[in-house]
């Protein structure tokens, strides 16, 4: 199956998302894989097997979110020089969120500018992360403050990589899937509710849903001027759940599972959902083992966090707020009070 990426904005810059076995592909340039050892440990040899090319060579990075740095990045673009990439080269990211989000912005930066194309083999970057062209890295003041908007040439989701992943990675990829049903698809929370997420061809259909979700918010909106940045429910507060625990105790998408409780709190709060939706919500995080709670030890220095958010701007917080189920609302003038109102329900007691 394939779903197209055609930006609004750009006659040059459309390209393919693949769901399907990985197939073969012929590149007359050298090729470099950015992956870690934990992926390589399983996918990187059937990788090497479906590509034939100039000269291929990989690149291993650590396995950690930790690891998402410009450290690393300058260590792969180091790489690349020592194989003497040219401006024709290819680098394919291999693995998860981190690995594409690294790999995607060392291509922006090489020689001004490589392609790249990204091979997901997580539930959260099938769905989510490798597809609409964000890119970057976390410093000591927040998650993906460095990067740029660097579209892939092509994306290859093939569900069987799933295999191979832990239960923890698997739940934290169905957060980001909750997160565009309840923004955008009510009926798709539903058959969410439903699911049997043991099931391959339940998996299949998530997955396509999820890209096609996607793929019409960035088809509209490439840069997030507008209603892409309502893809970033659950990560306002997320990211600063992520930034207080040094980004080793939660996985992204359990980080965003906390933040979607939180902001339903605050919607809950503001009358934009019914008590009775938030905990629907709640019961579809907790029936995949996602986190739901959370203890803030320092309301004002959580509050303080948010202004690092990228969608913060003239400072004020943009929030990204659920509008019943299927519904989204973006508002950036919300009392700081009412906001540590909701903070101090998540407080230590």
């Not at 001004?112 to 091979?119: C, K, L, T, Y």
């Not at 009926?187 to 997420?197: E, G, H, R, T």
């Not at 917080?317 to 540590?340: A, C, Q, R, T, Y």
Request: with cysteine; aromatic share 10%; proline share 3%.
């Amino acid at each position: 199956m394939i779903v197209p990426i055609e930006l609004k904005n750009t006659n040059t810059i459309n390209y393919n998302v693949t769901i399907d076995t990985l197939p073969s592909l012929s590149f007359d340039t050298s090729v470099v894989i950015v992956t870690n050892p934990t992926v390589a440990k399983y996918h990187l040899e059937t990788l090497r097997t479906k590509i034939n090319a100039h000269k291929l060579h990989v690149v291993t990075v650590p396995d950690g979110e930790e690891y998402k740095t410009l450290k690393t990045v300058e260590d792969i673009l180091s790489q690349c020089f020592e194989h003497k990439l040219d401006r024709k080269s290819l680098l394919i990211a291999l693995g998860g969120g981190v690995i594409g989000d690294m790999t995607g912005f060392t291509a922006s930066l090489y020689q001004r500018g490589i392609d790249f194309i990204q091979v997901p083999t997580t539930l959260l970057s099938q769905v989510d992360a490798s597809v609409g062209g964000k890119t970057g890295v976390n410093n000591a003041y927040g998650k993906n403050l460095i990067g740029a908007f660097y579209q892939p040439k092509a994306v290859y989701i093939d569900p069987s990589f799933l295999e191979t992943l832990p239960p923890r990675e698997f739940s934290a990829g169905i957060a980001e899937v909750v997160k565009m049903a309840v923004m955008f698809d009510e009926d798709f929370f539903s058959y969410l509710q439903n699911a049997d997420f043991d099931n391959v061809d339940t998996i299949k259909e998530i997955i396509r849903k999820s890209i096609e979700l996607k793929a019409w918010v960035v088809n509209q909106d490439e840069k997030e001027a507008g209603i892409r940045a309502v893809l970033n429910y659950g990560h306002t507060f997320g990211h600063v759940v992520e930034n207080e625990t040094d980004y080793k105790k939660y996985l992204h998408g359990e980080a965003v599972a906390i933040g979607i409780i939180m902001a339903n709190a605050l919607a809950v709060e503001l009358k934009l959902l019914s008590q009775e939706e938030a905990n629907k919500i709640t019961k579809l995080l907790t029936k995949v083992s996602l986190p739901t709670k959370y203890i803030i030890k320092d309301i004002d220095q959580f509050y303080e966090h948010f202004f690092l958010d990228k969608k913060s701007s003239k400072g004020n917080i943009k929030f990204i707020l659920p509008h019943s189920i299927g519904g989204h609302k973006m508002l950036n003038n919300i009392d700081e009070n009412i906001v540590k109102k909701i903070l101090f329900n998540f407080g230590e007691k």
